[in-house]
């Protein structure tokens, strides 16, 4: 058997997009933050933005240059309404799209709620060398999402890899300079 590893703890943001909920009503941003802390991770920012492209997009784009920020956890926005714009806002700025993030994610909530989780537009991706995940706007699917997913991904202890593991690289195109087109 390999060396044990042990636990890093990342610098996690939250933001919750909702045009109703404040810091004391948003109950998926409480669960992010409460299950970021429990698993001895650094809470590093959390807000609430308006269902607002530009809002949610700058902020995302604020915190991805923060070297105080590693990773974004976005809650609220990702249904199919009219104010619905949170993968909008973010899809065009991945430089990298994590397809697979949505796959496991419609497959932990599959068996949660069944056909109904294809009402989510679930997705992650990398931006500015920063991994963003976009949640729905449920307490249950920030759970399902962070117990099912996050929390293991984002443990440097969790074999055979973890996001921890690679965020070093993650940029390390812009230190050698991009070769592709």
Request: net charge negative; glycine share 8%; proline share 4%.
């Amino acid at each position: 058997m390999g060396e044990a590893r042990s636990f890093i703890p990342i610098r996690i943001a939250v933001l919750t997009v909702s045009d109703t909920r404040t810091l004391a009503d948003d109950k998926s941003g409480q669960t992010l933050a409460d299950r970021i802390i429990d698993a001895g991770h650094l809470l590093a920012a959390r807000a609430i933005v308006t269902d607002d492209r530009d809002r949610i997009r700058d902020q995302v784009l604020a915190w991805s240059c923060d070297e105080k920020i590693d990773v974004i956890i976005t809650t609220g926005g990702t249904g199919f309404t009219g104010r619905d714009v949170t993968p909008e806002a973010l899809e065009p700025i991945f430089e990298k799209r994590m397809d697979g993030f949505s796959e496991v994610f419609h497959r932990i909530s599959y068996d949660k709620i069944g056909t109904s989780t294809i009402q989510s537009r679930a997705t992650g991706g990398v931006v500015n060398a920063t991994f963003v995940f976009v949640l729905p706007g449920s307490p249950g699917a920030c759970k399902d999402a962070w117990d099912g997913i996050l929390k293991a991904q984002l443990d440097y202890r969790h074999m055979p890899c973890n996001f921890v593991e690679i965020m070093p690289r993650l940029d390390e195109h812009l230190k050698r300079g991009s070769k592709t087109a």
